[in-house]
């Protein structure tokens, strides 16, 4: 038997959560330290992982089996592709940052607590190793209703890392602000566990198709995918339909696409910086992530037939979010309808079926992940410094704190896809490849880019550039050892991966081709062949000795 790799990889975080939980309530430094090392034992697990993953070989690797619950079908089966073994190195690697940003984020919860048998810190620390695992699963899982537990187990620590542990930098007050902490949470939650109540009646819909088909129900990814190409697994179009609408709307909940978005800037805005990366560069990559696995790959024809909606849907995601982001007053807001804008581009490269498309749709969920994460934790650190998250509270900070200044200067460019800097490969694939099929949509789309120019550079400007306006401003420190070591990875990584992405995009590539051949898909031929060059020096302008030309 194997090394159960991906098991050993989920399964860090969470022995790291319960023992963090069960560190005492006096030895609050040490309960944080645990989570930080159980952090890189992921990422040092999630590294092999990605190492030992071969682009040349099988489509899902590292697989495990087990028996689980056997009267019903379900196994415990895990095996990544090049798209879910990325997601896993992403998702391990931001975690340590989130946890070093968040070092001092549960201290004041801890005072604030009358109860002294409860222990903010070490709950806030086990909830974010919870999550990691519970996302981690997800990427790895091949049976379908082992992916949905853990899709919709994610949400319980989420929820109490929003409504318990959110941000108290509320320009209304405390009371208020507990308010607007409740109501994200709650919020988030209701929409979340709306998608997944659709998506199981789906899930049981599918087991259902499939015990009809095949003579006996089973949920595993990879024998419903070899059932389907050799026709063996049928169903009739409405109900291939319907089960594809189950899914996809969960996932667009998950991801999240126009007009089930709002619930993000609520959660983003009232979070801590840190469980803003958590929500929007960890835990929605999974909706994006299952529409390639899932969506695509068991329903082709109904993802076919869905395809010009979502596209639509889409395009008006990446504008609309990026509009309400020029237009915001506060700093997490905007960069959550900025997230908006993004995930819009990510579903339109999954939609537009080519392999240019997807590609940077993938290499986009990995780089946006980055790159929002240093913008978000910049700005985390920021607001932690003049507790407030309005825009118009600050002016000048470049004159006081140049290189705070400077490393928000790098997120923001990251996040307009500045070229040279990793998310730019991404966002120019996703153009490319929608545009070869469907060339309305990729021109539209590209107002996005210009928005998003407008929203990072006026942002910059009005906080960062100016004379001081506000005393708080002047005695603003700069970053410190520990944030800039949270920060200057994630700008290495960004330029790093803008100059040489080549080794992700080929783990990445062969997953994409599986996921279009499930679709019946290849690239579109060129609309103009290419001339023959060789032709340009046989001809002879008319009246030159070389005939007629018309």
Not at 189 to 215: H, Q
């Amino acid at each position: 038997m194997s090394f159960p790799l991906l098991t050993v990889t989920a399964a860090l975080p969470a022995v790291g959560a319960v023992a963090t939980a069960a560190v005492p309530a006096a030895k609050r430094t040490a309960a944080k330290w645990l989570a930080l090392l159980f952090s890189l034992a992921t990422l040092v697990s999630a590294g092999v992982v990605l190492a030992r993953f071969d682009p040349g070989g099988a489509r899902y690797q590292l697989t495990e089996s087990h028996a689980w619950i056997s009267d019903f079908g379900v196994r415990y089966e895990l095996g990544v592709d090049g798209i879910g073994a990325a997601l896993m190195a992403l998702t391990a690697l931001l975690i340590p940052f989130v946890i070093g940003a968040g070092w001092h984020d549960a201290d004041q919860v801890e005072e604030e607590s009358p109860n002294r048998r409860w222990r903010p810190t070490q709950g806030f620390f086990a909830l974010i190793l919870a999550v990691e695992a519970m996302v981690l699963v997800s990427f790895a899982a091949t049976d379908v209703f082992l992916f949905y537990i853990f899709f919709e187990a994610m949400l319980i620590p989420m929820y109490f890392l929003i409504g318990g542990f959110g941000d108290r930098a509320h320009a209304a007050g405390e009371e208020e602000g507990a308010k607007q902490r409740s109501y994200a949470a709650v919020k988030f939650l209701l929409y979340n566990l709306a998608g997944g109540l659709v998506m199981l009646a789906a899930v049981i819909g599918l087991f259902v198709v499939s015990s009809d088909s095949l003579g006996e129900g089973t949920f595993s990814l990879p024998e419903l995918l070899k059932a389907r190409a050799s026709g063996d697994l049928t169903m009739s179009t409405a109900t291939e339909r319907l089960l594809f609408l189950g899914f996809f709307v969960a996932f667009a909940i998950k991801a999240p696409l126009w007009p089930l978005h709002t619930w993000l800037p609520n959660a983003m805005g009232e979070a801590t910086a840190p469980i803003a990366v958590l929500i929007t560069a960890v835990v929605d990559k999974v909706g994006t992530f299952a529409m390639l696995r899932f969506c695509l790959g068991l329903f082709p024809n109904a993802s076919h037939w869905a395809t010009p909606v979502v596209l639509g849907l889409a395009l008006v995601s990446v504008l609309y979010g990026a509009l309400l982001a020029v237009g915001q007053r506060d700093i997490k807001r905007l960069v959550a309808y900025a997230s908006i804008s993004h995930f819009g581009f990510i579903i339109l490269g999954v939609f537009a079926m080519t392999s240019q498309g997807q590609g940077g749709a993938t290499l986009y969920m990995v780089f946006h992940g980055i790159s929002t994460a240093a913008l978000m934790l910049v700005a985390g650190f920021l607001i932690s410094r003049r507790g407030s998250r309005l825009i118009a509270d600050y002016g000048g900070v470049q004159k006081v704190a140049p290189v705070l200044a400077g490393t928000f200067l790098v997120g923001g460019l990251a996040t307009l896809s500045l070229p040279g800097l990793a998310p730019f490969v991404s966002e120019f694939l996703v153009l490319v490849g929608t545009f070869s099929r469907y060339p309305a949509a990729g021109i539209i789309a590209t107002a996005g880019i210009i928005l998003a120019a407008l929203y990072v550079l006026v942002l910059y400007q009005r906080t960062m550039t100016g004379p001081v306006r506000k005393p708080e401003i002047e005695k603003m420190p700069d970053l410190r050892v520990r944030e800039l070591a949270v920060v200057a990875p994630l700008v290495a990584l960004l330029l790093f991966l803008g100059i040489f992405p080549k080794p992700l995009s080929e783990i990445v590539n062969p997953a994409v081709e599986h996921t279009l051949s499930d679709v019946q898909k290849k690239d579109p031929e060129p609309q103009h062949p290419v001339a023959d060059h060789n032709a340009w020096f046989d001809y002879k302008p008319a009246g030159h000795g070389g005939g007629d030309h018309e």
